[in-house]
């Protein structure tokens, strides 16, 4: 599964064919056919793990957030640090998402977007219950934060695209766009970029 991450990210999925796959790995091609049906099973495998630990990797970090605000800046700089560790990875999913192995699986790609959302819109309505959100459409909102998140997937080969300063400016964008200006002051979130000493 490792290989084919490595040839999917480099070669493209189209390129990447089972016997590819092999070679690239050292073994044979029956060998990945004894444990995968075939190349739909294998990618189907690769999508299930990268975005099981995108999962791993964020719910924590969210979680331990109190606050709306905290759990939105956690959710943007969690996805982005883990774009920005395995960059191979994300590369590989790209390429399946536009090389339309999606339609392969059977998956339909608006739905599962749709769900995908669901949490974030969900975080955003909790945030304006308890009112540190002001009022908006939080599916727009959810689905704002992550169109430009997964902007920034298709340039994760791009060594120079700084991924941390990408966080810090989302941070700062979705925080000054979701605050509730009836907030008093010494509640609203610090946007300012500034650590707390």
């Given at each position: 599964?490792?290989?084919?991450?490595e040839v999917i990210a480099k070669e493209g999925y189209a390129n990447a064919s089972l016997a590819r796959i092999a070679r690239h790995?050292?073994?044979?091609?029956?060998?990945?056919?004894?444990?995968?049906?075939?190349?739909?099973?294998?990618?189907?495998?690769?999508?299930?793990?990268?975005?099981?630990?995108?999962?791993?990797?964020?719910?924590?970090?969210?979680?331990?957030?109190?606050?709306?605000?905290?759990?939105?800046?956690?959710?943007?700089?969690?996805?982005?640090?883990?774009?920005?560790?395995?960059?191979?990875?994300?590369?590989?999913?790209?390429?399946?998402?536009?090389?339309?192995?999606?339609?392969?699986?059977?998956?339909?790609?608006?739905?599962?977007?749709?769900?995908?959302?669901?949490?974030?819109?969900?975080?955003?309505?909790?945030?304006?219950?308890?009112?540190?959100?002001?009022?908006?459409?939080?599916?727009?909102?959810?689905?704002?934060?992550?169109?430009?998140?997964?902007?920034?997937?298709?340039?994760?080969?791009?060594?120079?695209?700084?991924?941390?300063?990408?966080?810090?400016?989302?941070?700062?964008?979705?925080?000054?766009?979701?605050?509730?200006?009836?907030?008093?002051?010494?509640?609203?979130?610090?946007?300012?970029?500034?650590?707390?000493?």
């Amino acid at each position: 599964m490792e290989s084919a991450i490595e040839v999917i990210a480099k070669e493209g999925y189209a390129n990447a064919s089972l016997a590819r796959i092999a070679r690239h790995t050292g073994i044979s091609r029956g060998l990945i056919s004894y444990h995968f049906a075939g190349k739909d099973e294998l990618i189907s495998r690769v999508l299930v793990t990268v975005f099981g630990e995108v999962a791993a990797y964020m719910g924590p970090r969210v979680e331990a957030e109190r606050t709306a605000v905290g759990q939105l800046r956690a959710y943007i700089e969690s996805n982005l640090a883990y774009m920005d560790a395995h960059r191979s990875r994300i590369a590989a999913v790209v390429e399946i998402i536009s090389g339309g192995g999606l339609a392969t699986l059977g998956v339909d790609p608006i739905q599962a977007e749709e769900e995908s959302l669901m949490p974030l819109a969900e975080l955003f309505r909790r945030g304006q219950v308890d009112g540190e959100f002001r009022a908006f459409d939080p599916l727009i909102m959810a689905r704002s934060v992550r169109g430009v998140i997964d902007s920034m997937a298709p340039r994760v080969t791009d060594v120079d695209l700084d991924l941390k300063a990408c966080a810090r400016e989302l941070t700062t964008l979705f925080e000054l766009a979701t605050r509730n200006p009836s907030r008093r002051d010494n509640e609203s979130p610090d946007v300012s970029g500034a650590k707390p000493s």
